[in-house]
T-cell receptor, first 113, second 112 residues
Framework: AQKVTQAQTEISVVEKEDVTLDCVYE???????LFWYKQPPSGELVFLIR??????QNEISGRYSWNFQKSTSSFNFTITASQVVDSAVYFC??????????FGSGTRLSIRP | DAGVTQSPTHLIKTRGQQVTLRCSPKSGHDTVSWYQQALGQGPQFIFQYYEEEERQRGNFPDRFSGHQFPNYSSELNVNALLLGDSALFLCASSLANGDGYTFGSGTRLTVV
């Protein structure tokens, strides 16, 4: 069965600190995709990244970076030099042949000025 | 190019009533999926429509039903509303193989 676990329910850091959001997934599929979404208070899901199961290369986009490790079934997300605008709920998610996205329970990130 | 559009944005209904939510997919997409996001939780998959038929279904009761029209737009119907149905309902469109998965801004349903 597919499952996504985000063990950190809430994280609060001071602005400019680095912060890592953890994500552990479970699947029996060999081909799958992993996602991170940001959900600000307005409610819409903002797509951040998609990785496929065959590409374990880490990715950096500005202050955001992602570390995908199949050996530990993890897909962690790091924000460097956090800003107040980064405050939101972040969801890790998984998609495979079942045609549906399975979301984790989310991590609420608060960045204090 | 418009993305996924959902209507209405907000809705208040009374327990026992029925509700219909609407979704227009992104141009070029032929598959529509619906999710329910209760407060403080991640979105939960309700069902997916492709070629006007329900292709996949999550663990939701039969009170939740849907429809897809020839123009690929979709409706989600919920009958006999319960207080616990209050949630943000998200629609996502994609190609049949899952490429381009895009979410709409959602419809916030409050059942009183």
């Amino acid at each position: 069965a597919q499952k996504v676990t985000q063990a950190q329910t809430e994280i609060s850091v001071v602005e400019k600190e680095d912060v890592t959001l953890d994500c552990v997934y479970e699947t029996r599929d060999t081909t799958y995709y992993l996602f991170w979404y940001k959900q600000p208070p307005s409610g819409e899901l903002v797509f951040l990244i998609r990785r496929n199961s065959f590409d374990e290369q880490n990715e950096i986009s500005g202050r955001y970076s992602w570390n995908f490790q199949k050996s530990t079934s993890s897909f962690n997300f790091t924000i460097t030099a956090s800003q107040v605008v980064d405050s939101a709920v972040y969801f890790c998610a998984q998609y495979s042949s079942a045609s549906k996205i399975i979301f984790g329970s989310g991590t609420r990130l608060s960045i204090r000025p | 190019d418009a993305g996924v559009t959902q209507s209405p944005t907000h809705l208040i209904k009374t327990r026992g009533q029925q509700v219909t939510l609407r979704c227009s997919p992104k141009s070029g997409h032929d598959t529509v999926s619906w999710y329910q996001q209760a407060l403080g939780q991640g979105p939960q998959f309700i069902f997916q429509y492709y070629e006007e038929e329900e292709r996949q279904r999550g663990n939701f009761p039969d009170r939740f039903s849907g429809h897809q029209f020839p123009n690929y737009s979709s409706e989600l119907n919920v009958n006999a509303l319960l207080l616990g149905d209050s949630a943000l309902f998200l629609c996502a469109s994609s190609l049949a193989n899952g490429d381009g998965y895009t979410f709409g801004s959602g419809t916030r349903l409050t059942v009183v």
